[in-house]
């Protein structure tokens, strides 16, 4: 077998020399600052290391990238663990005295350990720090290293929701005009053109966030159907779930602590196929409907709202009314819903519907006339 050291390792080459090149410098500032005595100016020895040297960027950013490989790192490891020859090869070398009994997923999570435990350091040191003004500059260093964390701890939520984009496209079915539609009349030269949809690669995009997923019902023909829907941070798109013929494990797992919260777990949904129904509604263009308790009791839906779908010329174009497991989770949909919508309202006010400047050409045209 074959196994890739760039891909179980990432960037760890990397990762050695930066950090032997800061050990390097933080021990020739601890030589060059401490006096006769043996007492040593530790405060301008941290300001200098940290917040002046080329050295503690250059870390930080090799460990940002050995994080972000991490996960892939560990999904890897479980691919090669399923041939024989590398776990034996595996055993042969966690024998190396080295290695200090660790087992390699042990080695690999510890640079993201170390990252970790920087903050932490420099908070006791903080708190040890008697003199107010020494204070303030570990304070400022301890902020540039917890921005340095929560910049990782985005960068992870990106990557974890854009790979969650990325199955979702490559599972997608969009029926076609005549599976929407199957009374409708098509002339015979355009049959072939409309028989895919132009959508099929909208799913995926930079900026689009996946707010909550998750099962819903949905009463459309008065019966109830299991769908699936996904609220992204700009349209609400109703699915129904197939089996897939084959498994793709997610790259990303909930492994990271922080890990964005949507509703429930993608990494199990990434063996399904999902068939979009009817179409995808844009926030701006329907308004929520709670059911409340009586008129929940009338009609004999618990946990239950309406989405009422209107067009641009504020005709009702549709109406959805769904169901949800509990009035716990209803209400989570409903909260994200109100959010995201009113968020998503905001945007397009301050981009697409926002007033245009006047020229200054047509300014000085009137006041000339």
Known sequence: MFAEPELLFGNLDELCCVTYAFC??????????????????????????FRKSAEADSVSHAYHCYALNYINALNYLETLRRHVEFCEFEKWCSRDPRCKKLQLTDLLVAPVQHIMKVPLIL??????????????????????EENSIRELDDKMKWLKNFERLLEIQRNIVWPSVFELDPKIYIPEFLKQALTRQPCD???VSPRRQIIIEGPLQIWDTGKPQE?????FDDMLLITRRKKGLSKKKSSLS???ASSCSRGSSASSESSMRYVVYKQPLSLDRFFIHDVTIPESASCRLEAAFVLVSLNRFQQVVTIHTFQAPSDQSKQTWLLKLRDTQDKWKRTLQHTVFRSPRPSTCSIGHKSTT
């Open 201 to 203: 690669r909208i799913i």
């Open 254 to 256: 909930e492994n990271w």
């Open 227 to 231: 769908m699936y829907v996904v609220l």
């Open 24 to 49: 390097k410098e933080f021990i020739s500032l601890l030589l060059e600052n401490v006096g006769a005595g043996g007492e040593l100016p530790t405060i301008d020895v941290l300001v200098k290391l």
């Open 123 to 144: 908070k006791e040191v903080e708190t040890r720090t008697e003199d107010s003004a020494e204070r303030e500059q570990i304070t400022q260093i301890l902020e540039i």
